[in-house]
């Protein structure tokens, strides 16, 4: 069975979404940044901080590759993972590639006081937050197989099963 993985801005909701998908689907869910925190020993923050953005990038693509050689898998990518397109296909080699469109306000709620990531950990959140959701939505719209709205902060069950109905996974669940 393919891959199902997903894509989105920082805060769409695709590490929640993928577990819920995974656990509806009964397959086995992989997030990304999780991934490569096991494999590095270190956090993404850690990662960022000693070893700079382009190191994590690496491990990023190597993740990517990693898991194009495995199937069954619901994937949660980390928000800049897509925007690579060594990283895209890879990742479109083994899977379909659903994105998680959230409107930037909704973002801006639901990351007002995260301190987890390090692209925004910044004196201009906000401005940066809108200078990389209008720099990057394009890039995941042209990546994407599917595209599930989720402007009303609908539960991660729920789009869950609006993302196996988009994919007609849910015949006879
Ligand atoms: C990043 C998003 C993060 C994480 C890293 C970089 C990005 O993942 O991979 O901080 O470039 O958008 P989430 O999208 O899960 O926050």
């Not at 199902?4 to 656990?23: D, H, Y």
């Not at 190597?62 to 898998?73: F, H, P, V």
């Not at 990531?117 to 906000?126: C, F, G, H, I």
Request: proline fraction near 3%; charged fraction near 25%; include cysteine.
């Amino acid at each position: 069975m393919r891959n199902i993985v997903l894509c989105g801005f920082m805060g769409c909701g695709k590490s929640t979404v993928g577990a819920a998908l995974a656990e509806l689907l009964d397959m086995r869910f992989i997030d990304m940044d999780a991934f490569i925190e096991e494999q590095s020993g270190m956090t993404v923050p850690e990662i960022f901080q000693k070893m700079g953005e382009p190191y994590f990038r690496t491990l990023e693509t190597r993740c990517a590759e990693t898991l194009s050689l495995q199937s069954g898998l619901v994937v949660s990518t980390g928000g800049g993972a897509l925007l690579s397109p060594a990283n895209a296909a890879f990742l479109k080699k083994s899977g379909v590639i659903v994105l998680i469109d959230v409107p930037l306000s909704l973002i801006e709620c639901r990351l007002a006081g995260d301190t987890s990531r390090p692209l925004l950990n910044r004196a201009d959140k906000s401005d940066e937050m809108r200078r990389l959701y209008g720099q990057r939505m394009s890039a995941y719209r042209a990546a994407a197989d599917y595209c599930v709205q989720n402007e009303d902060d609908r539960p991660a069950e729920q789009m869950a099963q609006e993302i196996a109905g988009a994919l007609r996974l849910t015949d006879g669940l």
